[in-house]
């Protein structure tokens, strides 16, 4: 019997069963790096396929944000044609306003030109002028248009237009002695200039002045 035991622990044995031990635990090693490699790479598929995921989820959003500016885009256009046609037809229908306004002036010009066939009613065709040019200025008024005021008024470029001037002692300098043709604001924005006569003071006077 400890013949047999001395026998199974000679060198060659113990060196076999070291070598089988180290083998087996290579193996286990082997075994659980190839287990961790495997959850890695199994970790790192599920990460992938998250991202795929995400990556689409962006892709399909900027789509929608894509496909919802071309929308706005098209919204908006639309919106300015509706602008555009709406202020034409503002102004379409202002200018019929203001064109019906002035059909009844035409109609007393035309009695007007009727009256003139009889030399007789000059004062009619006076009195008829004068309703007619009362029913202008009254169309006028209600569209914002009024006169300018100019004579005995310092002259002002921004509403008169001097076309003539003259020396003289009896007005200021700059003065507006005559109205020509008569201007006139719309709302508060000048339409047409006063055309004007302005006086200018004599060189005479001028000195005079200097000296005071």
Request: proline share 3%.
């Amino acid at each position: 019997m400890v013949d047999k035991e001395n026998k199974n622990e000679s060198p060659e044995n113990v060196k076999s069963l070291k070598i089988k031990k180290y083998k087996f635990k290579i193996k286990k090693i082997l075994l659980q790096k190839l287990n961790e490699k495997k959850e890695l790479t199994k970790k790192l598929e599920n990460e992938l396929q998250e991202m795929k995921k995400l990556a689409q989820e962006k892709d399909n959003l900027s789509k929608e944000y894509l496909e919802y500016l071309k929308r706005l885009q098209a919204d908006f256009e639309n919106y300015k044609k509706q602008q555009e046609k709406k202020k034409k037809e503002f102004i379409e229908f202002a200018n019929e306003k203001l064109l019906n306004n002035l059909l009844p002036v035409v109609d007393n010009l035309e009695k007007a030109l009727d009256s003139t066939k009889n030399e007789n009613n000059l004062e009619t065709i006076k009195q008829g002028i004068n309703n007619i040019l009362k029913d202008f200025h009254n169309i006028l008024m209600r569209e914002g248009v009024h006169p300018i005021k100019a004579l005995d008024q310092k002259f002002d470029p921004y509403k008169h237009e001097a076309v003539m001037s003259f020396e003289t002692d009896k007005y200021p300098e700059d003065t507006v002695t005559e109205e020509l043709r008569k201007g006139y604001y719309i709302k508060s924005k000048v339409l047409r200039p006063a055309m004007v006569k302005v006086a200018i003071l004599t060189k005479q006077k001028k000195n005079t002045e200097k000296e005071n």
